[in-house]
């Protein structure tokens, strides 16, 4: 079979250059074009680099950007990796469906919606056929999309802990990075040496797509999970990697090796799928007493496809019911382009592309 023609919608922003980062060698997909707004048409990728931790190869650099139209994305790639604002994808990737593209959206405009699913393949694979059930696109197109950055590192650790124990509250507070705001982002005076308390909407997405995420898909709509979350989110002066501390009740109280065990013994639930970019250990746990950092951890993930595809856990400790542990991820990579791709990954196994 040969390798699947893909394109990058925002290909010049923090999402979009981790989708090329990613895509430049998939064994699956190959690039088939780099799309931004007029204001970039014509520039090559090396005039616009923003991801500085990747060494892109020679004739990635020179792929040059074209105007997002949604005709030009249409013609010739069964995929659209999407990376552009909110506000322009709601109409833009529903076109892009409605002309039978494959769209993978890390914007927020579709996640909500009951027939789209919101998805992390270790997390809740099932959801995926949710895309046979969206009838508005006929073509053979759908749209899938991953959830928020902040949601994305807390889900895996959720998830293992929902499905042994139950979990009935989960109280977060997130130290969330510069680049989770896209480039350039926060203004540098405001950043350095400074904690910004507000993340406009991120708390409410927090509140509500791990309901979704955690709840079912059954008989053609998605069952929300009913625990209590609540969400605290701040930006801090760190680049890449979304650190975010918890406190969690659940209905039974284990014993605190054993969830530690559950945790650390977390696959996902791929079923032996073998997806190029999903990391051996979905959720890496850590003894240290001063673990996971940004510093450190964010590109934890194996194979070297995977890096920063993994969650680190640390901190694990228990206060009579409550459990207390802090999580990290990396915001452009699992909670971004990495989980649109992974994503991808999954419909094609599932044969659905
Ligand atoms: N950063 C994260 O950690 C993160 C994580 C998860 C989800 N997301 C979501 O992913 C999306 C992209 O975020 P980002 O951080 O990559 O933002 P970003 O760095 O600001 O990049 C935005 C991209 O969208 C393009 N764009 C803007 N207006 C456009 C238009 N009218 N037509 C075509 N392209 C246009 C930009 O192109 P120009 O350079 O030509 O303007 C740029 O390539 C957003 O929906 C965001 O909420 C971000």
Redesign the pocket.
């Known amino acids: 079979m040969g390798k699947i023609s893909v394109a990058v919608?925002?290909?010049?922003?923090?999402?979009?250059q981790r989708f090329i980062q990613l895509l430049e060698d998939h064994p699956y997909f190959e690039l088939g074009g780099l799309?931004?707004?007029e204001?970039?048409d014509g520039k090559k990728l090396s005039d616009?680099l923003?991801v500085r931790d990747h060494r892109f190869q020679d004739e990635t650099l020179e792929m040059r950007i074209e105007t997002?139209t949604n005709k030009a994305v249409a013609n010739g790639n069964r995929i659209a990796f999407s990376?552009?604002?909110?506000e322009?994808?709601k109409e833009t990737e529903a076109e892009l469906a409605d002309l039978g593209v494959a769209v993978f959206s890390?914007?927020?405009s579709h996640r909500m919606r009951p027939d789209v699913p919101l998805l992390i393949p270790e997390v809740n694979p099932e959801h995926i056929m949710a895309v046979r059930d969206q009838s508005t696109f006929p073509n053979g197109g759908f749209i899938v999309t991953n959830a928020?950055?902040s949601t994305t590192g807390i889900a895996p650790p959720l998830k293992a802990l929902d499905e042994s124990y139950g979990l009935q509250f989960v109280s977060v507070s997130t130290y969330q990075a510069l680049?989770?705001?896209?480039?350039p982002g926060v203004p540098s005076l405001d950043a350095v040496g400074n904690v910004i308390p507000y993340i406009g909407g991120e708390e409410e997405k927090m509140e509500t797509e791990i309901l979704k995420m955690l709840g079912e898909y059954q008989n053609g709509k998605f069952i929300y999970s009913q625990f209590t979350m609540l969400a605290n989110c701040a930006r801090v002066p760190v680049i890449d990697g979304h650190l975010e501390s918890m406190v969690v009740k659940m209905r039974e109280a284990p014993e605190l090796d054993d969830l530690i065990e559950t945790l650390s013994g977390f696959k996902g639930h791929l079923q032996g799928l073998k997806l190029p970019t999903a990391p051996e250990r979905p959720i890496i746990v850590r003894s240290e007493n001063n673990r996971p950092q940004p510093a450190l951890d964010a590109f934890a993930g194996e194979p070297s496809r995977a890096r920063g595809m993994a969650v680190t856990v640390g901190r694990v400790r228990r206060n009579e019911d409550y459990y207390k542990l802090f999580a990290l991820s990396h915001?452009?990579l699992r909670?971004?382009a990495g989980g649109s791709v992974i994503n991808a990954e999954l419909a094609l196994a599932k044969k659905l592309l």
């Open positions: 919608l925002g290909a010049t922003g923090m999402i979009g799309y931004a707004s204001r970039s616009v923003k997002l990376g552009i604002p909110s322009m994808a890390n914007a927020g928020n950055c680049s989770g705001a896209g480039y915001n452009t909670g971004g």
